[in-house]
């Protein structure tokens, strides 16, 4: 699309959007009666006003139904890990039956890694990207020692090549070809939380598997923000959290895919409990795990209803808008901020846009490297109202989220960055 730097014009492509009262449905936040321009919903999603109504109807069958409400809530509270599942199938490419609603996403990524890094004297490496997200690192590097190995020998990372922001798909593929005899994991970010890089999926997980080893993805930043097919692509785990994209409130319950063709392979190790032994069984009490087939076999806890219920009421608006028509909003959207970015005539002097500049390569996140005085530039946006994010050491994040940031949002955020600047 041609773009133009106006207001008109932003407010023209809002008129003609077929999502925006979307926006109606969710809780701006503000000051003294001023909406604060929020841009940040890669770090946590608005609230849905649903999310009043379900909370209270399972406070109202708890005060009302005690332990009962398991069986009688209006929702049971025995299946509710199940209500979730056909959204989450359509959010991240999957069956229902891949999917689950459980734990948070660090935890769960340690328990997919239980099961899907079983080093061996010849196949130990890990695979990922350089710069992960610390809770990523830390758990790929725990997993590693309790293996009784050392991180320095099974991780590699890939950093970008000299000058350049984000990783060529094709370095990826070599590396995991030129490891491919060591190799047991190779695990990515669907899109990297730092430079707003969409890794390919597809590509990666076919070399990986044409290498022997397991792909999973953390898809932290790409849940309820691209299209990901997991199953087409037979990625073989992947894990999300709840309250970036999903806005589902503030450490609310993550998700995990497990790739049907696992479903009841009895070589991957698990770290079990009851939620996830047999569900006609599960009450007996019995010793020995047996596993539900699928997914579900990795639940340990019972689920956490209070945080599931602003989990459902997000998804309900997911269900309504449809990721096809968020992403398609989502691509114009950040397009248009691109361009109002690169109209500004300081531009080259003070920042550099090291999101990929292919729509297909990065999600609604233009990451922003400030070249000087980026955290006093930072802090005059936050004056003027704008809650966008700062990661260390000098990248402003800016997230408009097509679920309910408008065109007329993008273009006074560029307007306020802009002034900023001089
Ligand atoms: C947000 C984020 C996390 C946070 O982990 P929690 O277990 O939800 O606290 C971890 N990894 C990535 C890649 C993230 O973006």
Redo the contacts with the bound molecule.
């Keep these: 699309m041609n773009f133009e730097n106006s207001l008109s014009f932003a407010k023209g492509l809002d008129k003609k959007d077929p999502l925006r009262k979307f926006k109606s449905e969710f809780h701006h936040p503000g000051k003294s009666g001023k909406r604060f321009l929020y841009l940040c919903g890669n770090s946590l999603g608005l609230q849905p006003k649903s999310v009043k109504k379900f909370l209270s109807e399972e406070l109202d069958d708890w005060a009302k139904l005690g332990v009962e409400a398991h069986f009688h809530a209006k929702r049971p509270w025995l299946y509710y890990h199940k209500f979730s599942k056909k959204a989450l199938a359509g959010i991240v490419g999957a069956k229902p039956s891949e999917v689950i609603a459980m734990n ?4 769960n ?1 340690h328990l997919m890694m239980t099961s899907f890094y079983q080093p061996t004297k010849q196949r130990f490496k890990i695979i990922t990207e350089a710069g ?2 610390s ?2 690192q830390y758990a790929f590097e725990s997993q590693i020692k309790l293996h009784n190995l050392n991180p320095d020998d099974a991780l590699i990372e890939l950093k970008p090549q000299n000058g350049e922001y984000y990783l060529r798909t094709e370095d990826i593929l070599t590396a995991i070809k030129k490891h491919s005899r060591e190799l047991s994991l190779v695990i990515f ?1 669907g899109v990297q ?1 730092y430079s707003g890089q969409f890794f390919d999926i597809k590509k990666i997980t076919a070399a990986t598997h044409q290498a022997g080893a397991y792909a999973g993805f ?1 898809l ?2 790409a849940a309820g923000n691209i299209i990901v097919d997991l199953h087409k692509n037979e990625v073989d785990f992947a894990v999300w ?1 709840g ?2 994209y999903l806005n589902s409130g503030p ?1 609310s319950v ?1 998700g995990a895919f497990v790739h049907e063709h696992h479903s009841n392979n009895p070589d991957l190790l698990r770290l079990a409990g009851w939620w996830g032994h047999q569900e006609k069984e599960r009450f007996k009490m019995k010793k020995g795990f047996i596993p539900m087939p699928g997914v579900d076999g990795w639940q340990v806890s019972n689920f956490p209803v209070l945080s599931g219920a602003a989990h459902m009421a997000s998804l309900g608006l997911f269900e309504k808008a449809g990721m096809k028509s968020l992403r398609k909003k989502s691509i114009l959207l950040t397009g248009f901020l691109e361009f109002l970015l690169s109209d500004i005539v300081l531009f080259h002097d003070y920042f550099t846009i090291i999101t990929p500049e292919n729509p297909d390569e990065r999600g609604c996140q233009l990451s922003l490297l400030m070249k000087k005085n980026g955290k006093k530039i930072f802090d005059r946006i936050t004056k003027a109202g704008v809650i966008a994010d700062w990661r260390e050491p000098d990248v402003i994040r800016v997230a408009p989220v097509p679920m309910y940031n408008s065109f007329e949002e993008v273009f006074r955020f560029a307007e306020i960055f802009k002034k900023a600047l001089e």
């Design positions: 948070q996403l660090t935890v990524l992960a997200f809770s990523d970010g939380y953390d932290a930043h959290c309250y970036k450490g993550a």
